[in-house]
């Protein structure tokens, strides 16, 4: 690790070396020493913000992208909660689940078929599958948005979710989602403030897995704030910048964080679960231990099944011709 001098004029003390020190430490993955860092140069720092110190407590990763965000949405607030309105949300009589791979579920990997087939078995004619084209025809994306999507599909299916939900209301799930139960007759139940989705701690979430009424403020908010970073995109962000956007306006937003607080509190941790436990030897008790652990799992297909493993069991033939069925 190379020696770093610091040298702080005490009249004008300067936090940058500092703040370059954090993301030097964390790139090296220390985060209690990035975590420090980080903490002094806020001290120093004249220009700081009350949310700086939010974002820090909650944890040092990625601490100066989420830094540069709450800035942005500060700065756009005004006009990202008039275009989001009063937003109430209603709850949909028959919710849906939306699903998607932008090539079509047909062309996608072995894994996501799997999990499809099951998607189909548990929720039947609840289930809503998308491709890029079919995803047009329900809900607008804007040109700002389309422009840049070959490059960020991450970031476009972001956009894609949130359109939906605050439209249609329903469920999004990521096509890499194993479910064990219907998760559409969970609806009314994870809903009930509106708005679900697992969490980490506090404000930091997962998303890919959501549910909403049709216009909830939460959905509205995400909406016309990716929306407003589409059409300036003057800012650097992170891979993760969907969930450093909800944090943020979680702690500038006091309607939006009260939703938040109100909403059902399920750990992200448990349906990673079986995701980590892939590459392990198939066993029946072990794969029903695991898919025990929730009603949806998060998987992967960015990986190549080891024999005898899990994975390659997931992916069998016999899993993936499963039909719809009627509940």
């Known amino acids: 690790m190379p020696s770093f001098s610091l040298t702080i004029s005490r009249a004008h003390p300067d936090p940058t070396p500092l703040y370059e020190l954090g993301q030097y430490l964390e790139g090296r993955a220390d985060f209690v020493g990035a975590g420090r860092a980080y903490t002094e140069a806020l001290r120093l720092d004249r220009h700081r913000w009350e949310i700086d110190e939010l974002l820090l407590q909650a944890g040092p990763q990625r601490f100066m992208t989420r830094r540069t965000m709450a800035r942005f949405l500060s700065g756009n607030l005004k006009g990202i909660r008039r275009r989001a309105g009063t937003a109430e949300g209603r709850a949909p009589e028959d919710p849906k689940v939306f699903v998607y791979w932008e090539q079509g579920l047909e062309q996608a990997p072995p894994i996501v078929q799997a999990c499809r087939a099951r998607l ?155 995701q980590r436990a892939m590459q392990e030897p198939y066993s029946a008790d072990r794969l029903a231990e695991l898919l025990a652990q929730s009603f949806i799992h998060k998987l992967t297909h960015k990986k190549t099944p080891d024999p005898g493993s899990i994975f390659e069991h997931l992916t069998s033939p016999s899993l993936q011709n499963a039909q719809p069925v009627n509940h």
């Open 120 to 274: 189909r078995e548990m929720c039947g004619p609840a289930v809503v599958e998308l491709d890029r084209k079919s995803l047009r025809g329900l809900v607008r994306i804007p040109p700002s948005v389309r422009a840049h999507s070959p490059k960020q599909r991450a970031h476009f299916s972001d956009f894609a979710r949130v359109a939906l939900l605050r439209k249609y209301g329903g469920i999004w799930v990521d096509a890499t989602c194993l479910t064990v139960e219907n998760i559409a007759d969970q609806f009314q139940e994870l809903t009930r403030s509106g708005f679900f989705a697992f969490r980490y701690d506090g404000a930091r979430i997962s998303n890919w897995f959501l549910a909403a009424q049709p216009d909830n403020y939460i959905t509205a908010m995400m909406h016309e704030a990716l929306r407003e970073y589409w059409d300036r995109r003057d800012i650097e962000v992170s891979y993760y910048f969907f969930h450093e956007m909800f944090e943020c306006l979680y702690h500038l937003d006091e309607r939006f964080a009260e939703i938040w607080d109100q909403t059902v509190n399920l750990s992200a941790h448990p349906p990673h679960g079986l």
